[in-house]
């Protein structure tokens, strides 16, 4: 790694797979920024509703986002600015929710997006996590991490998550929904979600979080000691 370069983890993964959990962790351990890309899809969602734009007007949506300033404050990472607005309790709602995946395909919402995340990525050293981090964001990342677990898992994660949040949806509707976003991420004809060639691919099945924590720790540090990059790809998580 160069030491004049600002450290640039890339954590990429279906919806699910525990990338934000984990790289929220990471950023912890490290000390270092943590980036929610998936905040900022939900601050565009978030705007479209308030001005009862329909999501379905792709260029009404993709204007909107043009125009739209978004930033972090990086000393306190629960906020997200929305056009000089704090946007933060209101992104998770479940309105929300259901249409982020219908704009986040959307070329020009992407491609302002990215601009913005590679601009907060100039500001120091930075973990981020999304759906096309390793591939496309951030391509020369100094580490590229890609999680996944099974579908099934996947849907029991979230269905807890938002059980604990109060919202009353069946295993089955999560999973439904979690497949569904699946296919849209899967075969959206912008930066569709794929690991990087590069990425250490980790099936958090079975695994804690911190299991999965320190071994990414580890490569960072093998990564800042021997000043190179190490051949990565599906190495397992064995000590």
Known sequence: MDSGKNLQIAIDGPAGAGK???????AQKLRIFYLD???MYRAIACKVLKKAIPVDDEEKVSKLAEETEIAFDHDAERHIWCDGRDYADEIRSPEVSRIVPLIAVYPRVRKRLVSLQRREAELGAVVMDGRDIGTHVLPKADLKIFL????????????????????????????TDLETRDKQDTERAESPLRSAADALI?????LSVDDIVCKIVEYVSDI??????????????KN
């Not at 979230?158 to 295993?171: F, I, M, P, S, Y």
């Not at 980790?202 to 079975?206: H, K, L, M």
């Open 37 to 39: 890309t998936g905040a």
């Open 148 to 175: 996944t677990a099974s579908s099934a898992e996947r849907a029991r994660r979230r269905w807890l998550e938002l059980k604990a949040k109060g919202q009353d949806l069946t295993l089955e509707e999560v999973l």
């Open 202 to 206: 980790i099936d958090t099945t079975g």
């Open 20 to 26: 934000s959990t984990v790289a929220r962790a990471v």
């Open 224 to 237: 800042s000691e021997q000043g190179k990059e190490k051949s990565i790809r599906n190495i397992g998580m």
